[in-house]
């Protein structure tokens, strides 16, 4: 019979309080997400704000996560790629040193960082974030996310040898013994998720980082190439290519099934009922509202265009077509465009204008729309004129049309 010693006993009861202590936090953070209020996190997000980079920048879903233990340079290589790819880096170190300022426990960071996320999403049009902590134990959270919120997780796991791991946290003055005393759990944790997870990309750095940051870069670039949606290339007949390529295989894309007031058609093009237009998000710099009464929100500060027409089959929104195209098209930022329950009128305009701008049919269009927007569905008569308005730009861009 196995007899239980003090070392035993300790670290018995340290991971069941551990056990406990996560199933409470899981908790409170269903809590927080279903309510969306937390006095002290609005505080620290207000601050934290100032540190973030690259917020208004258009950029895809995708969410780079790290596995790794403390010293293996996850920070060195999450700053390198939110330069490269003007990405969003949320750190853990700079929200713990933001709870210190108002004297709050620094573990509430990871419940932080959880709150956080969903805020960014709705907020800014940057898509692309970098979560740099580790994730090892708390991974579960963040693959719900991104399938919850349609984002493409990518996995990197940094590779260090103990040795040198541990060295390298003897170098650092600050914290040193802290990170060191916890170093047999955190690489317990890194061991076990290794066992279970496979990793995007492995990074090794035993030495010069030069060589696998490049190959991690050219690994993120091809993802992004043939993942994201909206490829904002420097050569402009490059970046409308791409788009309308992605239109004509959206029967490849897998469909949004989240409810939601507004839904992300491309970076920049939004689609929403009354309440996302009632309740717009800062980064929206256009509002196009389609209501059979529009009336401008109060304290609106972005453009707004009211198109007042009923969601009846005799309104011809044909008629909107071009001038709702031209208020889109020259925006300079982010544009929302709804209606009422944003299924028929601000759909049809959303399609006509991916219609006229990247030379799709209507069909290809509104499979697109349908799969990043799962209630759109034009009135049957406002389909009728989507067709007839194919018809049309078909004489322009005849050439464009063949074989679609």
Not at 213 to 241: C, G, H, T, V, W
Not at 242 to 256: G, V
Not at 353 to 363: A, H, I, Q, T, W
Request: contains cysteine; aromatic residues 12%.
């Amino acid at each position: 019979m196995h007899s239980f010693n003090v070392r035993d006993l300790f670290v018995f009861y340290f991971n069941l309080g551990l056990l406990l202590l996560s199933g409470l936090c899981s908790q409170l953070n269903g809590q927080i997400a279903e309510s969306g209020q937390n006095p002290l996190f609005e505080k620290v997000y207000e601050q934290h704000l100032k540190q973030l980079h690259y917020l208004n920048e258009f950029q895809p879903k995708l969410l780079i996560l790290f596995s790794g233990t403390p010293g293996m340079g996850k920070t060195t290589v999450a700053r390198a790629l939110e330069d490269h790819f003007h990405a969003v880096r949320v750190s853990s170190d700079e929200g713990r040193a933001i709870l210190r300022q108002f004297g709050e426990e620094v573990e509430l960071v990871y419940s932080y960082i959880e709150w956080l996320l969903p805020k960014l999403e709705a907020n800014f049009a940057n898509h692309c974030i970098i979560v740099d902590r580790s994730i090892d134990r708390t991974f579960p959270f963040y693959a719900k996310y991104a399938q919850d919120h349609a984002f493409e997780p990518f996995l990197i796991r940094m590779k260090l040898d103990r040795k040198e791991n541990e060295e390298e946290l003897l170098a650092r003055k600050k914290g040193a013994k802290r990170l060191l005393r916890g170093s047999d759990n955190s690489w317990r944790d890194y061991e076990n998720f290794s066992k279970t997870h496979t990793p995007d990309f492995v990074f090794d750095n035993s030495g010069s980082i030069e060589k696998p940051l490049q190959q991690l870069e050219k690994k993120i670039e091809a993802l992004l190439a043939s993942k994201r949606l909206f490829f904002y290339a420097k050569d402009p007949n490059e970046q409308f290519a791409t788009i309308r390529a992605i239109i004509l295989k959206s029967a490849n894309l897998t469909a949004t099934s989240v409810e939601a007031d507004m839904y992300e058609i491309l970076p920049g093009l939004y689609l929403g009922n009354c309440v996302a237009g009632e309740n717009v998000p800062e980064k929206i710099t256009r509002l196009l509202c389609c209501r059979t009464t529009p009336i401008r929100p109060v304290n609106l500060k972005c453009g707004w265009k009211k198109l007042a027409f009923a969601d009846a089959s005799d309104s011809k929104i044909s008629r909107f077509f071009d001038e709702s195209y031209d208020y889109i098209d020259r925006a300079q930022g982010p544009v929302l465009v709804h209606c009422n329950r944003g299924v028929s009128r601000s759909t049809s305009l959303v399609i006509a204008y991916l219609m006229k701008k990247f030379d799709v049919s209507f069909d290809a269009a509104f499979q697109f729309v349908k799969k990043k927007c799962p209630r759109a569905c034009p009135e049957p008569n406002f389909q009728q004129e989507l067709r007839e308005y194919e018809k049309r730009l078909a004489v322009i861009h005849r050439p464009l049309f063949v074989n679609q």
